[in-house]
């Protein structure tokens, strides 16, 4: 199995439930397990519009490769009520694959990491707080 960090956020109806209504459904997601989940932190839109985000990051391990685990994030967007009317819309839920392992992936729908992941506090601090050795690789890796 491999180490598999994702970013988790939402800023529409009550996003505390959103994100553990998330993580639920990971938990779910066929071959794979969540090993942590951080605290929730609250933020402002940086590239969006709309009411501050509450964010947070989970670990999981997986055996999924990175498009069957991106479908199935995608799957679960999708049932809690994701809505794509535009780029950077509000949204009830996000989950996005930070890290698989320590791979780089770049296809037409996955970039892993990325590219501006130091430059985003909302990801990093909710990262360092459940794998605080992530910021050497990552400070490495730009």
Not at 3 to 10: E, H, R
Not at 45 to 73: R, W
Not at 126 to 138: A, D, G, R, S, V
Request: some cysteine; hydrophobic content about 35%.
């Amino acid at each position: 199995m491999i180490s598999v960090f994702i970013g988790i956020g939402s800023n529409l109806g009550n996003r505390k439930k959103n994100l553990e209504g998330a993580i639920e459904k990971v938990k779910k997601i066929e071959k794979t397990r969540v090993d942590k989940v951080s605290s929730f932190i609250e933020t402002k839109p940086q590239e969006a519009v709309g009411p501050n985000y509450l964010n947070g990051a989970i670990k999981i391990k997986t055996d999924l490769s990175p498009e069957e685990l991106l479908y199935a994030l995608s799957e679960i967007e999708i049932a809690l009520g994701r809505r794509r009317d535009f780029k950077n819309c509000p949204r009830t839920i996000d989950l996005d694959i930070l890290l698989y392992g320590r791979r780089k992936i770049k296809t037409g729908k996955l970039t892993v990491p990325h590219p501006r992941i130091m430059e985003r506090k909302f990801v990093t601090m909710p990262l360092f707080e459940i794998e605080p050795n992530l910021k050497k690789f990552l400070t490495e890796l730009y």
